[in-house]
């Protein structure tokens, strides 16, 4: 046994450890099965104090933490391959306190998505962060990844509802970032440096989320759309009409593996290539009646236009919830098809022609592969999914698909896109991180790690390498 392990039990009560087989398989690893998990041991600390004890061991004994949350990552940030301490912040799911005057929130890391979405609601508020994923993903590991999701359209991405951080930094030392503050013009705002960096600077231990006002009776409209070109002239139309809460879109196939695996109908007869979602606020019930009449006026243009096959409108908040399955269900449904993500983004002035572009590419290279779309092309992001040839050896399929993200990558950068919308980086898009970022900015990425973490041993080879 190593030293530090014996170190390790000193400082923790014994319920934060654990070094089962099963333990370390299920908390080394996350939502993507590319790699073996082999980490060391698992601690769960119960609090702020015993996490800065895990990280006083390991600074000590140069050993490599990998900060666990939920476990959702598609980009193996999660992951812990190579004899790392697994800290889990499963334990620290505490919402410690909440003030009705700022609308903030203070929680846990370990706090799960949904509790705080619950959360807000039960005191009259909305936290507007929502993903597939949000039953089981923790707003630590949303920090971490600056998590995106099915609202961004309208209410940003996680960073934009994160007022203060508590974070545990390599060594042990605890910084309180921002405090809450609205406004703090105090020099480099080390929160945002925090969110989004996939564990690589410290772990984020407590976080006071800003709160907002609630929808005001949101529908559900969808869509069946001929072609990826008609996409973006629909979310137009509506636009130009509508504040629009989401904007999302799946393909043909999408939907049929849906239909499979969760055993569902489809809302409407017409077979389309492409469908939209959209969700839009009706407003107050006095304004009822103008909402119709205008949704009903745009349905009628995008319809004459040819730009849209059929549709169907949400009549009630139960039908509004079932009719977000049809997207929200697609990740879960083609999982057991084991899909090769692509999570892509532009400008969305600039859909048209990364959709173009990539689906001519794939169509032309990859033939034969079957390519699932889905994703948030409101906000230019786009998911691409392509599903392993029942003939084809797992390994073999995701060295082939190395090639394909390099093809598509070299598209976006032409587009001045990103090559990692949301999923982040972590051990799967390190590779390509290039295509991104310049050589000046990934240099400067390095000088910060090292500034935070000199030692090295905060989530290493993720994000880059040093
Ligand atoms: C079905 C499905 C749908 C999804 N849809 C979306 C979507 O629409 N939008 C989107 O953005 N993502 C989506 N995701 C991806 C995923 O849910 C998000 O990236 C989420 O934010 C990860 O949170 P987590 O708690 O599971 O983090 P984990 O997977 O546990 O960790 C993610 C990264 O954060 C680090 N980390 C975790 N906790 C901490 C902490 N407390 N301090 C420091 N670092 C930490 C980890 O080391 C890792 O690098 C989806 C995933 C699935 C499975």
Redesign the pocket.
């Given at each position: 046994m190593f030293p530090w392990v014996e170190a390790l039990k000193s400082v923790l009560p014994a319920v934060c450890f654990r070094d089962s087989d099963d333990d370390k398989a299920s908390f080394g690893r996350?939502?993507t099965k590319h790699h073996e998990p082999a980490p060391s041991v698992v601690v769960l600390p119960g609090s702020v104090e015993e996490v800065q004890a895990v990280m006083r061991v390991a600074y000590e004994h140069e050993v490599a933490v990998?900060?666990?949350?939920?476990?959702?990552?598609?980009?193996g940030?999660?992951v812990a391959a190579n004899g790392e301490i697994v800290l889990a912040?499963d334990r620290m799911n505490q919402i410690l306190d909440y003030n009705a005057i700022d609308r903030q929130v203070r929680v846990q890391?370990?706090v799960v998505?949904q509790a705080l979405q619950e959360f807000a609601e039960q005191q009259g508020l909305f936290y507007p962060v929502d993903?597939?994923?949000?039953g089981?993903?923790?707003?630590?590991?949303?920090?971490?990844?600056?998590?995106?999701?099915?609202k961004v359209i309208r209410y940003g991405?996680?960073r934009q509802w994160v007022q203060g951080l508590k974070?545990v930094l390599a060594d042990g030392r605890v910084i309180d970032a921002n405090q809450g503050l609205y406004k703090n013009a105090t020099g480099y705002d080390l929160r945002h440096l925090?969110i989004g960096?996939?564990?690589?600077l410290?772990?984020?231990?407590e976080a006071q989320i800003q709160l907002t006002s609630q929808p005001h009776d949101p529908q559900v409209v969808v869509l069946g759309v001929p072609s990826m070109a008609a996409v973006m002239e629909v979310m137009q139309a509506f636009r130009a009409q509508f504040e629009l809460n989401a904007f999302e879109f799946f393909s043909k196939n999408a939907l049929a593996a849906l239909e499979e695996h969760r055993s569902i109908t489809r809302p409407f007869e017409t077979d389309s290539e492409y469908y939209v979602l959209l969700e839009m606020d009706k407003g107050e019930p006095e304004h009822a009646d103008i909402f119709e009449e205008r949704l009903m006026a745009v349905f009628e243009t995008v319809m004459e236009a040819g730009l849209v096959e059929d549709g169907v409108i949400s009549q009630s908040t139960q039908q509004a919830q079932d009719l977000w399955v049809l997207r929200?269900g697609i990740?879960?449904s083609i999982?057991p098809k084991i899909p090769y993500k692509n999570d892509i983004s532009v400008l969305p002035s600039k859909v048209p022609e990364m959709l173009k572009a990539v689906e001519e590419h794939v169509n032309k290279s990859y033939a034969g592969w079957e390519i699932v779309w889905f994703g948030?092309i409101g906000d230019g992001n786009l998911h691409l999914n392509i599903l392993k040839p029942a003939d084809m050896e797992k390994a073999d399929f995701f060295k082939a698909c190395h090639g394909v993200t390099h093809d598509i990558s070299a598209i976006i950068k032409q587009l001045g896109g990103s090559v990692s919308a949301?999923?982040?980086v972590?051990l799967l898009k390190k590779e390509y991180l290039g295509y991104s970022r310049s050589e000046d900015e990934v240099q400067l990425m390095k000088l910060i790690k090292q500034a935070f973490d000199p030692k090295g041993i905060m989530?290493p080879g993720?994000v880059f390498d040093l």
């Open positions: 996350d939502w990998v900060p666990s949350g939920g476990r959702t990552g598609l980009s940030g999660a912040l890391a370990g998505t993903f597939a994923s949000a089981s993903s923790q707003i630590g590991g949303n920090i971490a990844t600056n998590a995106g999701g099915i991405m996680t974070v925090m960096s996939e564990g690589t410290g772990v984020v231990v929200e990740s879960e999982a948030h949301e999923h982040g972590g989530n993720k």
